[in-house]
């Protein structure tokens, strides 16, 4: 079995990477990284500085991913600032209530937002997969379930928030699932051509 690096501190990304990535035979570990600021413009740059970060302090393929919430009505706010977008130490209760309110007159048919994933794996000789997923839905005008985390009880998709989804439910549907699939599609491409070169 494989071993990547997962450069993430966040316990519940750990768990769906590794869901997602245990049919390909690779297993997720995670290692106490220096914090990596995240300065990209971009989903895709932010997960390459944190995977290219782990790759270097760990020698090892080191995946990581960016991801965030794009709405329309607030021209694509919080996106790459979705974790900070009730300030630093913010709960995910803190940033659904300043989301919420930032909402509070949009109408329910104004409401449109999509998740994005960018996930990068770097490796050690410099190789690099990248991957990008997204799932549109709408917002909620109050949170619903308990499941999931971040702004998952107030995304809708097909009358469920993320928050009510069974997480296998979730990992079919979501934008870091659809981005995770396509990585384990490129990856797997990637051992057929090492192979293949050998």
Known sequence: MTTFVIATHNRNKVKEFGRILAPLNIEGKTMPLGEV?????????????KADAACRQTGMPAVADDSGLMVEA?????????????????TDADR???LLSNLKD??????????????????????????QGECHGTI???PRGNGG????PVFLLDGKTFG?????????????GRALALFAEKLHKEKENDHADK
């Open 74 to 90: 607030l021209n694509g706010a919080p996106g790459v600032y979705s974790a900070r977008y009730a300030g630093e130490n913010a």
């Open 149 to 152: 985390f971040g702004y998952d």
């Open 164 to 176: 009510e989804l069974d997480p296998r439910e979730k990992d079919r549907v979501s934008h870091r």
């Open 106 to 131: 949009v109408p329910e048919e104004k409401r449109a937002a999509k998740f994005v994933c960018a996930i990068c794996c770097v490796f050690p000789d410099g190789k690099r997969i990248e991957a």
């Open 140 to 142: 909620a005008f109050a």
């Open 37 to 49: 600021e995240e300065t990209g413009t971009t989903f895709a740059e932010n997960a390459f500085l």
């Open 96 to 98: 659904i209530k300043k």
